[in-house]
């Protein structure tokens, strides 16, 4: 596991998302009404929708191009749809967000 | 405080389906505040009495009608007393006493007894053969007794009385019914009616025995046959008494609660007793009783709100619908279709096909309806009979039902009742009209419910109409359709104009002051309550309230509309469809530098760049050096023009400037949902002003306005609203009839159904008649736009930020 800074806390809209570019592919990190962080990849299992553009609520993103909800702390589309999205670990310290990547992968 | 450590003790009796969908909806919105105890008569968890036909017919078995099973209530820490009537309340001591002697001590007492089966008063109506139809234990006794066959009677051609004729012809039992009336169903059908449902129960079998009074049950200790009054008789090896229900109010009246036909409770289903609540068939509310789950379940919401300590919910009284749930029959019928004074009838009947329809009408209104044979429009008309619509546009059509008009794509899939299981319902998202039901018959009640569990209906929302016509088909009855009553969405109980009033009196100046002031279920919300509030909160506050950029769709919050890749478009504004040759320039150019993939007119007179990836737009904004077509909000879009009297040889007035003046007199203006105008020069009408929100049209002595086009999923031709003769005039009704839709439609209905909600006479009264109320709702429009500025220009003054770039880019 790597950790990478990515930017202050405030960058990141409450309630909604940006997304960074990483070797790991395009990351959807997203922060909710309360001001907890996740990370998971930027692609909707349904169709590729960019998650950093949708609506967060608790711990569920709303997909920006057919609403399809997803859990972000298992990556799981939530019920009646089926797929699963990747999550990754991101933690702050003072300002700073920390995104974990995995280390040896490209 | 001393006792707040203790949870307050919440004792229900009754575990049928009021008292338990109550105790569900308080669980949803205050999940600890109560330790629950719940004592019910019957020895099962609680299941879906609406379901026992199926289970009498053999088609479904009992353990598929389990609404809530055992570990649904341990899971909830709910203590279940199965099999175990209360007798007596102890209102001083406050506690319930059952019937093995076991007591409950209770804070609150929510009374949920349903009712009982009433028994005809004649002699021999306690002997062994003589059924009831109203529990579990009913229905097992008779698929047992029905496994001997023979001849069975049926006393009563109500609803219940077809239900278990069905059920036990379906058993093989020769069964006949008996009833007073001259035909069946008489409360819910009119004679041509009823002798239409007659005959087709007949094909099946089942014989009918009309205008009979019965008289005494024969036979030497068991049923042997049944006499009239006028001194005939029929033989008969079982009689089933389906004469009507009586709630079940013995416990309250000994306790000394208020009765009369049923526990009598006010608006928030508080008895006399303001410890006692009571919900479902065995209370009286404003006179009425009702035998029906779905008003029912709006008690259990307002009952629920109420234990929770909100208080903020009434429940006013219910209109119902019924829907005979005999598969293979359709009927459909609500409110008072007998008429009367001052009401006209329209009828259609088709004898050959089976197809009779009545609708009474008082006032321009739908008082009663009632269809045979095909009951596809039934959802649809309930609604309009729900909400008072003023129905003088659509009476041409109303027995033809909406879909008349061109439902794009839906043609002809209008008889819900005779496609095959397989068949596609919801086409956004495949599912099939099988799928539906079982997930209906799996306990399902509403719309809302069959949208998140199914899919069904969630996306673009034509077919509708046909989820609600399985939902009627299957439950009996239209569920959770009507607007007026509509929570806004599963985060909350409170309709839309609840929400609304809350912002406007208490002033609330955001959508999350909105979510805590009303306890939202989600502090977050979510992505169909975000964008309505904040907009309620803008159109009641425009300067003060805040506009929440994580409250606004995607598309509002790039102020681009986003495409399937990612990607996305931009439209600028191209002002009555009229551009220059040096603007023409300055478009391709910037398409060119930038690679833009495609380059399309639009179906609103102007230049789309499509497929710009986010990063590049405010760049591509500054470019242009032109504002915003807003052709990704809920917003003004497009004002279309056509040539006009400046040039075309037909044209009577000049309807390109007038769409100029029009689009620069209302950009930037938001709505409940997209807004789109257009003027014609002639009656030719080329900019096809007919199906705009609002259109207009030249003629020699000024202008003709029309409003609620629409042309998109389902078509629906403008209605006159009035005549002017200046282009001011014109500016001046379309303001003002837009501020009345962004003050008065729900979020995202747009004016066609709102037209036809409130009426044309509403809307003539405030825009054309009143000149006082016309100039207020205007100026209210100009302040609210005069608030806004243009997103493309802040963004690129730096003003705004729509995250265009990443947050940052990571290299290994
Ligand atoms: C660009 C355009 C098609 C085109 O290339 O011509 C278009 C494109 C879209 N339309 Fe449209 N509509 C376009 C003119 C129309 C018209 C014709 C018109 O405006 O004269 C209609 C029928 C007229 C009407 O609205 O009554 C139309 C009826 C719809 C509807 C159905 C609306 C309804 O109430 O029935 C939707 C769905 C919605 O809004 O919920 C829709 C939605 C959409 C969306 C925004 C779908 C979406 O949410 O992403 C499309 C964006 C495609 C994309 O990838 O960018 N579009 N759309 C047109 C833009 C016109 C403009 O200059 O602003
Ligand atoms: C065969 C049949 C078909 C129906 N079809 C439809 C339909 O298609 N559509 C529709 O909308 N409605 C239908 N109904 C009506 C619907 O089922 C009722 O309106 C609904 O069940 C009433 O709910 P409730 O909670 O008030 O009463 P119930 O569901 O009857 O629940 C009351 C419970 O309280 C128990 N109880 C009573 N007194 C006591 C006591 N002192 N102590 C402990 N427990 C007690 C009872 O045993 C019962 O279990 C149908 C009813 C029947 C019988
Ligand atoms: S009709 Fe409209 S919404 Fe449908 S694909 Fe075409 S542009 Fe998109
Ligand atoms: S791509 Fe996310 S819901 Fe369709």
Redesign the interface.
């Known amino acids: 596991m790597q950790w990478?800074?990515?930017?202050k806390v405030n960058?990141?809209?409450?309630?909604?998302g940006?997304?960074?570019?990483?070797?790991a592919g395009?990351i959807a990190?997203l922060c909710?009404?309360?001001g907890t962080l996740f990370a998971v990849h930027n692609r909707c299992p349904h169709?590729?929708?960019?998650l950093s553009?949708?609506?967060?609520?608790?711990t569920?993103v709303?997909c920006?191009?057919?609403?399809w909800q997803i859990d972000l702390c298992s990556g799981e589309a939530l019920?009646?749809?089926q797929g699963c999205v990747r999550t990754f670990p991101v933690r702050t310290e003072g300002e700073e967000i920390w995104?974990g990547?995995p280390g040896e992968q490209? | 405080m001393g006792n707040r450590a203790r949870k307050a003790r919440l004792v229900v009796v009754g575990n049928g389906m009021a008292g338990i969908r109550t105790v569900e909806e308080l669980l949803r919105m205050a999940p600890d505040l109560y330790e629950i105890t719940v004592f019910g008569d019957e020895p099962h968890p609680n299941y879906n009495r609406i379901l026992l036909t199926p289970v009498l017919a053999g088609e479904m078995r009992m353990e598929e009608t389990i609404l809530n099973d055992y570990d649904w209530y341990a899971g909830h820490g709910i203590t279940l007393c199965t099999g175990s009537p209360v007798v007596q309340i102890d209102r001083v001591h406050r506690r319930v006493i059952t019937a093995s002697g076991e007591t409950a001590p209770y804070d609150r007492l929510l009374l949920a007894t349903g009712a009982a089966a009433a028994m005809a008063p004649i002699p021999g109506n306690d002997l062994p053969g003589v059924y009831s139809y109203r529990d579990m234990r009913d229905v097992e006794a008779l698929t047992q007794v029905s496994t001997g066959g023979g001849g069975a009677v049926i006393i009563g051609a109500g609803l219940l009385g077809l239900e278990v004729a069905h059920g036990l012809n379906a058993r093989g039992m020769q069964v006949t019914v008996v009833h007073r009336r001259a035909w069946p169903l008489d409360r819910q059908l009119d004679g041509r009616g009823g002798a239409m449902l007659q005959e087709a129960m007949e094909a099946r079998g089942i014989r009918f025995l009309m205008e009979r009074e019965s008289a005494a049950v024969l036979g030497e200790g068991r049923v042997e046959g049944l006499r009239f009054q006028d001194g005939s008789s029929i033989p008969a090896r079982i009689v089933v008494m389906t004469v009507g229900i009586r709630p079940r109010t013995g416990l309250a009246q000994t306790a000394g609660v208020a009765c009369e036909q049923g526990i009598l409770v006010n608006d928030t289903l508080q008895t006399y007793d303001p410890r006692i609540y009571a919900v479902g068939e065995c209370v009286q509310h404003r006179g009425m009783t009702y035998g029906l789950v779905a008003p029912l379940f709006e008690q259990a919401k307002v009952a629920a709100n109420h234990l929770a300590e909100y208080g903020r919910m009434r429940y006013e009284g219910s209109v119902t619908s019924t829907k005979l749930k005999v598969t293979g029959i359709e009927l459909f019928s609500a409110g008072d279709f007998r008429g009367g004074d001052n009401t006209e009838e329209l009828t259609l009947l088709d004898a050959h096909q089976g197809i009779y329809k009545k609708v009474v009408l008082q006032e321009h209104r739908i008082k009663g309806i009632l269809l045979y044979g095909d009951t596809s429009i039934g959802p649809w008309l309930f609604e309009h009979l729900r909400e008072e619509t003023d129905i003088s546009a659509l009476r041409d059509h109303l027995l033809f039902g909406e879909t008349h008009l061109g439902d794009a794509g839906h043609a002809g899939a209008n008889q819900v009742a005779r496609l095959p299981d397989t068949a596609e319902i919801c086409g956004c998202n495949g599912i099939s009209k099988g799928q539906i039901i079982s997930a209906i018959r799996d306990g399902l009640f509403t719309l809302e419910e069959v949208r998140?569990?199914?899919?069904a209906s969630?996306?673009c929302g034509s077919c509708t109409g046909l989820v609600e016509q399985l939902l009627a088909s299957t439950l009996g009855g239209v569920y959770g359709s009507s607007a007026r009553k509509k929570a806004l969405c599963g985060c909350t109980d409170y309709s839309h104009q609840e929400v609304r009033d809350a912002i406007q009196q208490e002033r609330l100046l955001s959508v999350?002051e909105v979510f805590r002031f009303l306890d939202w279920r989600?502090?977050?919300?979510?992505?169909g309550c975000?964008p309505a509030v904040n907009y309620y909160v803008r159109t009641a506050w425009p300067a003060e309230g805040y506009d929440?950029?994580?409250?606004r769709?995607?598309n509002e919050?790039?102020h681009a509309n986003?495409q399937?890749?990612?990607t996305y478009s931009v439209i600028p504004r191209i002002y009555g469809g009229v551009t220059t040759p040096a603007e023409l320039k300055r478009i391709a150019e910037v398409a060119e530098r930038h690679a833009v993939p495609m380059v399309k007119f639009t179906g609103g007179q102007r230049l789309d760049l499509l497929g710009v990836p986010k990063e590049k737009l405010p760049a591509i904004w500054a470019e242009l050096g032109m504002p915003s077509g807003h052709a990704y909000g809920k917003a003004l879009r497009t004002v279309k023009s056509c040539v006009g009297q400046e040039f075309c040889r037909f044209g009577v007035q000049d309807s390109t400037r007038l769409a100029i003046d029009l689009e620069k007199n209302l950009e930037r203006m938001w709505a409940p949902h997209k807004v789109k105008l257009a003027a014609s020069g002639c009656p030719r009408n080329c900019a096809e002003s007919t199906v705009k929100d609002f259109g207009v049209i030249g003629v020699d002595s000024g202008w003709e306005i029309y409003i609620g086009g629409n042309g998109g999923m389902k078509v629906r031709a403008a209605d006159l609203l009035t005549r002017v003769k200046s282009e001011a005039e014109v500016i001046l009704v379309a303001k003002a009839f837009l501020q009345m839709y962004r003050e008065e439609a729900q979020y995202l209905e747009r004016t066609a159904p709102w037209v036809e909600r409130v009426g044309m006479a509403r809307i003539r009264e405030r825009v054309v008649e009143d000149p006082v109320q016309r100039e207020e709702l205007a100026a209210r429009l100009d302040f609210a736009i005069l608030q806004e500025r243009d997103p493309w220009a802040e963004a690129v003054a730096g003003r705004l930020d729509i995250?265009a770039a990443?947050?940052?880019?990571?290299?290994?």
């Open positions: 990478f800074p990515l930017g960058e990141v809209p409450p309630g909604g940006r997304y960074v570019e990483t070797p395009q990190v909710n009404e309360e169709r590729g929708g960019p553009e949708g609506f967060v609520s608790g569920t709303f920006p191009l057919h609403n019920p009646p749809d995104l990547l490209p | 998140k569990c199914t899919k969630a996306s999350r989600n502090p977050g919300g979510c992505a975000r929440d950029a994580s409250a769709f995607i919050r790039a986003i399937k890749d990612g995250h990443p947050l940052r880019r990571v290299s290994a």
